[in-house]
């Protein structure tokens, strides 16, 4: 298994809840009062037998008009045209926008030839509960172009992967496992969306269950120490990738180069 972060990039997000590119060399957080700051990493992983893009990113395009993700793809050795599975593990925003783009005043699929792995029960919330996290209009162009799969609960979409409802961050947040020969790869979404969040106990305002969130983080660390889990940190400041270790109460989390 190869697995490869795709860097989208840092940005600021206040009440809005619209993305701002933030790059610390250039940008103070002081002239984004209110805001949080956001590093925004999907990721791409080959196995024996597909191409997987795990969440969509924002779909930010470079000074060139060519979207990010596209860019970083092929600079990984691939073509998005390759990618086959996207598994999505929530629909809001900062993870879903990028399942599409506009090119010459189109909307097109980000990955035309993918199944589009979604929870049917995120999909439902997503229409019902209309907010600022969940942008329909993007839904839409996925659902005419019929690729997507739904999935529900827990369970297997294959022989390498896995999927669990964890809820915690939004009702129906997933987690994925990717299990090719002896690599385990864990994919956990944003309840466990950078390393910074094993190693201090909090309940985060912007979860849907912020204690469920809490206790899942933990649960999902040891396991992911016991078993010599690869966790993919779709927030990560520094991390994207790294193995966790448990010992004393405590994380410790060593990051990991892969695929590169
Ligand atoms: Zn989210």
């Known amino acids: 298994m190869k ?9 600021s997000v206040d009440s809005s809840k619209k993305f701002i590119p933030f790059d610390p060399a250039i940008h103070s957080p002081k002239d984004r009062p209110a805001s949080l700051f956001v590093y925004v990493q999907p990721f791409l992983i080959e196995t024996s037998d597909s191409l997987i893009v795990i ?16 860019k970083n793809i092929r ?9 086959n599975l996207l598994l999505m593990s929530h629909l809001h925003f900062d993870h879903s926008a990028g399942m599409i783009y506009e090119k010459n005043g189109r909307h097109e ?27 329909t209009e ?9 690729s997507i799969h739904f999935i529900e609960g827990d369970g297997r979409f294959n022989d390498k992967i896995t999927y669990e409802v964890t809820g915690g961050h939004c009702e129906f947040h997933q987690v994925f496992h990717l299990e090719d020969k002896d690599e385990k790869v864990f994919y956990g979404g944003d309840i466990l969306p950078e390393p910074e969040q094993l190693l201090r106990k909090f309940k985060a305002k912007y979860d849907f269950d912020g204690a469920r969130a809490m206790e899942l983080r933990e649960q999902y660390g040891k396991q992911a120490a016991d078993n010599n889990w690869l966790c993919l940190f779709y927030h990560a400041k520094s991390e994207a990738m790294g193995r966790v270790e448990y010992s004393g109460d405590a994380f410790k989390v060593i990051g990991e180069q892969l695929g590169r």
């Open 55 to 70: 969440d969509a990113g924002l779909g930010y395009k470079d000074d060139d008009g060519e979207l990010i993700i596209h």
């Open 3 to 11: 697995v490869f972060p795709l860097h989208e990039g840092s940005y």
């Open 109 to 135: 699929l980000t990955f035309p030839n993918a199944e589009y792995v979604i929870n049917r029960h995120e999909w439902e919330n997503a229409y019902s509960h209309p907010s600022k996290s969940y942008r």
């Open 75 to 83: 600079q990984a050795g691939y073509h998005p045209g390759d990618v």
């Open 138 to 146: 993007i839904f839409d162009v996925v659902q005419r172009s019929g």
